[in-house]
């Protein structure tokens, strides 16, 4: 099974992929993916980000000699083909203190918060017509997320359906 483990950054993607590496499983974090066969785009100096081709991305991974289990990590995967995705969630105020704590400039944290608020990576997850389920990693560690997101690999399915992340309340009291 290909499974895209995805979410606003700061919500602990690359934290459970190390631990997920470490109990064996499959990783491949895609932004090392991109600048390895050099599919990093131009830069967005306004975002401070680079465009990546997903498209060209996921063609190239679908040539990649790989297991039949495979976890891609990274904001983006949730575009890759892949059998399963699981969005990683975390409250916007808590998000917040995380990405200022790497030291984004606050257009960015802004952004990224915000995206969080309104559940953008879940919708356009669950626009992709690939099952989804959401993981709220806001009060876990890094090894509870990881058996989390063992649970739902295992099956456990209902307990991480859409819908169960609700930051309605926090935002609502932005306005």
């Known amino acids: ?3 895209a483990i995805t979410g606003t ?10 631990e997920l590496a470490r109990r064996k499983r499959e990783v491949l974090e895609l932004s090392e993916f991109v600048e390895s066969h050099l599919l990093k785009g131009r830069k967005d100096k ?15 991974l679908k040539r990649e000699p790989s297991g039949q289990n495979r976890i891609y990590l990274g904001h983006l995967t949730h575009f890759l083909t892949v059998d399963l995705i699981i969005v990683l969630r975390c409250r916007p105020s808590i998000l917040k203190t995380r990405l200022e704590g790497r030291g984004y400039n606050k257009k960015k944290v802004a952004e990224n918060v915000e995206a969080e608020g309104c ?12 099952p989804v389920c959401e993981i709220d990693t806001t009060a876990l560690n890094v090894g509870q997320v990881a058996d ?4 739902v690999l295992d099956g456990e399915r209902q307990k ?9 309340e926090e935002v609502l009291a932005w306005y």
């Open 1 to 3: 099974m290909k499974v």
């Open 9 to 18: 950054p700061g919500t602990g993607k690359s934290s459970v992929g190390l």
């Open 46 to 60: 306004a975002r401070d980000t680079y465009e990546v081709d997903v498209e060209a991305v996921d063609e190239l």
């Open 119 to 130: 559940d953008v990576i879940l919708v356009e997850a669950m626009e992709s017509g690939t």
């Open 148 to 151: 989390a997101v063992e649970e």
């Open 160 to 168: 991480y359906e859409p819908g169960h992340v609700d930051w309605s």
